[in-house]
């Protein structure tokens, strides 16, 4: 009976729609980076310990005001307790863990054994408690206890909860860690050099009554400044014998930091590359809208420079480390990700719906563009695919694969020549008005509710007075052009005006229509 | 006697695809292949397939074809051998007008000091297109429509004839969208100069005989403009060379 009970309250919590957005909400600004306001609580917390270390020295020589106390130690140590609490709470579910038991006993027919689901829980619960990170946390909360003074000690490790906020702390621990057994050999190494020479040092100067080595701590304390080469001066070995302990010491001392400085260095060579990537993916995921541009060759390069020109975001993806190289050297944000594989994406940590305005598959190889727009596809179904198209026999491939818009070079070369040979000057003047070599420029404005008010008829846009030409209006609900419209069209919000004129014409035309 | 024609070097898929555009324009279409082992495919194309090498003299082109009218298109896939082939044509026929392929700006750069008339660069022109496709789709689709006449609005050319009809106004005197149902893009005058409707220039320049409007509209429109004051015309690309 009370077993059914605890199995019916852990369905019911964990269905439970506002239990679940609570504990994602805090998850999310506890431990997902790329969630927007972590950041912002983040730099609170950090404040928080800034605040709390400063009160701490202050409070060393001079008087702290009564309530700047409080307010370390009560209400700080408050909000650190409400964090270690909810860090505590989503480090594990314990309904997860009721409900699995349950539905495991079940699917063996034997009754739902609760000792063994507690159990379970207090292990995952009791493996976060003992993290080191778990600990500072409850340590960083002990000068809550601020009478007992020994405690107040424990505040330092609130700068240690620093590390948590800081993410770059956090690479570096990872990167040093790729290097953990040559380091473990090393400190064995340095370890058995301090040691042996403490002894030497203790057993040759500790009867000399000259000598300022007088217990083996001393010793020690001589050993290390010396192994690490500070050496500062105050223990110096006077025998003969002392000093050919120092001079072995001290060659060991420069082995020892010479490789340890070199082991740091060869670490960070060696994840340079992973360092960089790590930061590139974190900034790519805060743009708002880009494109993402598959494969960089020849035409992908000119279309890179062109969207950037026209102040677009955008970021190229290529399997070939050349290419990237060459992307990355022309200005642009790439990575040696493969655009045909599903998992590149996913490594990037974006959201392809919100974040990208389309997906150019631009390889000069109708097989690799085919390919990636299937893999694109296959993750995301409306997302605007524009492919390049080679061959013209491979048009019907694109298409079936979900390709939105081809663009097929020999085509626009044949449609090029017949305008040439047909019409060269409308030719030149469309050319004209679309490339920026001339200050006429055709452009469209999008009518917004604003511009509305103000001109809610074609006749109330008065383009002709700006030297303006309407070209038409283009009405995106039936999506079709309207060419050289009567002056009673009435205009509706997203419509689109293609106007021609001078550039600064047409922002002047622009600008009245806000007013 | 000879004939007006568009010879087209090369025998690849651009090729292809200009003579399939520009049938329209040209009764006599021919076209040059250096390599003989696609000729076999000759029987199934349309158009006559011939050989050539780059060290002709164009001796039999001069009697077969009407070499200061014709069309010459350029579109080699070797960039080197196309360079060659633009001036070895522009040597032997001054009037000649050649249009070249280039892969990219620079070939375009050295197809066009060696003397064709206008050269499409393939990457700059297709990445052109892609970038107005998405930041410009509105406008890009209206005028690849308008262009390349994939909706009933047409793009025209038209010559003043009948300048009495304007009595000396200027161009932008006459509101040419509601009195004519047309948009005028642009005048070019006597001298080749091209100048936008709304210029300064274009402004100050009473209409005359022998300027061309060139128009936006409805075909039936533009007829109609086109009776009123001269007629459509095919400017030569001997006369639109910049």
């Known amino acids: 009976m009370f077993k059914g009970w ?47 270390v400063f009160i701490f020295i202050r409070e060393v020589k001079y008087h702290v005001d009564d309530s700047l106390l409080f307010f370390n130690n009560i209400i700080i140590s408050l909000i650190f307790l409400a964090e270690y609490l909810l860090r505590f709470w989503i480090s594990s579910s314990i309904t997860e863990v009721i409900i699995e038991q349950s539905e495991y006993d079940l699917m063996l027919s034997r009754e739902f054994r609760l000792s063994k689901a507690l159990r379970k829980i207090a292990r995952q619960k009791l493996e976060y408690i003992l993290s080191i990170r778990a600990i500072i946390d409850l340590l960083a909360i002990l000068p809550f206890f601020h009478q007992f003074r020994l405690l107040r000690i424990f505040i330092l490790f609130r700068v240690f909860k620093l590390f948590r906020y800081a993410r770059s702390f956090q690479t570096f621990v990872s990167v040093l860690a790729t290097k953990k057994f040559e380091f473990l050999t090393l400190s064995i190494f340095a370890s058995i050099v301090i040691f042996v020479s403490s002894v030497l040092i203790y057993v040759m100067e500790a009867n000399n009554p000259d000598s300022p080595v007088n217990t083996l701590y001393d010793a020690i304390y001589w050993s290390i400044v010396t192994i690490s080469t500070v050496g500062y001066g105050d223990i110096t070995p006077i025998t003969y014998e002392g000093r050919m302990v120092a001079m072995i010491v001290i060659i060991a001392g420069i082995a020892v930091l010479a490789f340890t400085t070199s082991l740091a260095v060869s670490a960070f060579t060696e994840k340079l590359d992973e360092i960089k990537e790590t930061k590139t993916v974190d900034d790519i995921s805060k743009l708002k809208k880009f494109y993402i541009i598959c494969g960089y060759e020849h035409i992908s390069k000119e279309v ?34 493969d655009p045909g594989n599903i998992d590149s994406y996913k490594r990037l940590n974006i959201d392809l719906q919100r974040q990208v305005k389309a997906i150019l598959c631009l390889r000069e190889s109708d097989v690799e563009n085919v390919y990636t727009t299937l893999t694109v596809r296959s993750i995301h179904k409306k997302i605007y695919i524009l492919s390049l198209l080679m061959k013209e026999e491979h048009r019907n491939k694109l298409l079936y694969a979900g390709v939105n818009e081809i ?69 995106k609900e039936r999506k079709r052009f309207f060419f050289n419209p009567i002056d009673s069209t009435i205009l509706e919000e997203g419509d689109y005006l293609v106007v021609i004129g001078n550039v600064l014409f047409i922002r002047e035309f622009e600008r009245s229509l806000y007013r | 006697m000879s004939k007006i024609g568009a010879l087209i070097f090369g025998f690849n898929e651009y090729s292809l695809e200009i003579a399939n555009n520009i049938g329209h324009k040209f009764g006599e279409i021919e076209i040059f292949s250096m390599s003989g082992a696609k000729e076999a495919l000759e029987k199934e194309f349309a158009y006559p397939i011939n050989r050539f090498d780059l060290s002709e003299d164009w001796g039999d082109l001069n009697e077969r074809f009407d070499m200061e009218k014709s069309t010459a298109f350029c579109t080699l896939d070797d960039t080197a051998e196309n360079i060659f082939l633009t001036i070895s044509l522009r040597s032997s026929f001054k009037n000649l007008i050649i249009i070249a392929i280039a892969q990219n ?138």
């Open chain 2, 105 to 242: 700006k620079e070939s375009a750069d050295k197809l066009s000091l060696a003397g064709a008339n206008k050269v499409i660069p393939l990457v700059q022109t297709t990445s052109a297109m892609i970038a107005d496709m998405l930041d410009k789709p509105v406008i890009t689709e209206v005028l690849h429509n308008i262009l390349y006449e994939k909706s009933s609005l047409k793009i025209a050319q038209i010559r003043v004839d009948k300048d009495d009809y304007f009595d000396g106004k200027y161009p932008t005197d006459i509101e040419w969208s509601r009195e004519h149902g047309v948009i005028v893009l642009s005048v070019m005058h006597e001298d080749m100069s091209s100048e936008f409707i709304y210029s300064s220039k274009a402004k100050h320049h009473a209409i005359k005989n022998g300027d061309i409007f060139v128009v936006v509209g409805y075909e039936r429109d533009i007829e109609e403009f086109e009776k009123l004051i001269g007629s459509r015309c095919d400017v030569s690309w001997s006369h639109w060379s910049r």
């Open chain 1, 304 to 337: 890179a420079k062109q969207l950037v020109k026209n102040s677009n975001s955008l970021i190229v993806l290529d399997e070939d480390p050349k290419r990237v190289e060459n992307a990355k050297s022309d200005g642009f944000v790439a990575l040696n990700y």
């Open chain 1, 407 to 475: 663009v097929y070079p020999k085509e626009l070369v044949g449609m090029i020549a017949r305008e040439f040979v047909g019409k060269p000057v409308a030719f030149e003047v469309i050319h004209a008005l679309r490339s920026d070599y001339t200050n006429i420029n055709i452009e469209e404005i999008i009518i917004t509710p604003r511009m509305l008010r103000n001109a809610p008829l074609v006749a109330d846009l008065h383009n002709a007075r700006y030297r303006v030409i309407l070209l038409g209006v283009y009405k």
């Open chain 1, 6 to 52: 605890i199995v019916d309250i852990a369905y019911a919590i964990n269905v439970s729609d506002s239990y679940i957005q609570t504990k994602r909400f805090f998850y999310n600004l506890l431990e997902n980076d790329s969630y927007r306001f972590k950041k912002y609580f983040d730099m609170v917390m950090m404040a928080l310990i800034f605040a709390s």
